[in-house]
């Protein structure tokens, strides 16, 4: 699935495309993904100019005069800007045409992505509750340490809870806990002030690594250009079970948390 660098990179190949342009015309080749597509889509959104391309979490917020359009890439879907009239594949559900004749696809091939509608996208109730952004000046140690008192599930996934923080999945988890060298069974509410500093650090350091990298590819992701991220071959940790650890060249170990697989090594993460 798509995490916050992918959709993050998503944001920045689209945007220059999508800004102050005018919506002309709305393809829907379906009316439902993962939910059904809000019918404002088709009804408020033809005629309307493009004022900003924003991302809250793992959703893109194409945000006009009356309302915004608000796109779920779910576990397989992208958006790519094409040329109008291009023909549509089986898995291209959506096309937002626009005034400089170039269109906005959405494919998805798994359906389940999303794409609704809010009048204000910040009180949506998807969004109304969600964490801080880990790469905003808000979101530090003392913040994480702050949220993780009397906590005892672990720290793994208590920064997978997005209402403490957003956007970090399974793969940024592992990969910012190994950068700290924090134990990802360790329980949150006993980490000391000053190695929750190093983790804030770290997943800002991670994240934007990945962003610069385009994302990581693993299974559908690809990128606003059609092309795979690059991440996946700076990954430290995740995936890497019994090969050498980067630091002490010890085998990388897995255990199941929260039902998710978590990479880490024994004698570098206490």
Known sequence: MPELPEVETSRRGIAPW????????????????????????????????????????????????????????????SLRIIETGIPAGIHDHVDIELGSGKALRFRDPRRFGSLLWADDPFEHPLLRNLGP??????????????????????????????????????????????VAHIHPKRKAGCIALHRMESLSDAIKTVLSNAIDAGGTTLRDFHGSDGEPGYFQQQLKVYDRKDEPCLRCERPISMIVLGQRSTYYCKNCQQ
């Open 133 to 178: 952004e880990p790469l905003s000046e808000t979101f530090d140690g003392n913040y994480l340490r702050e949220r993780a008192r009397s906590r005892r599930v672990s720290i793994k996934q208590f920064l997978m809870n997005p209402s403490v923080v957003v956007g970090i999945g399974n793969i940024y988890a592992s990969e910012s806990l190994y």
């Open 18 to 77: 999508l800004k102050d342009q005018e919506v002309k015309k709305v393809v829907m080749r379906r009316h439902n993904l993962r939910w059904p597509i809000a019918p404002e889509i088709e009804q408020k959104l033809p005629g309307q100019k493009i004022r900003s391309l924003n991302r809250r979490a793992k959703y893109l917020l194409i945000s006009t005069d009356v309302g915004t359009a608000m796109f779920h890439l779910g576990m397989s879907g």
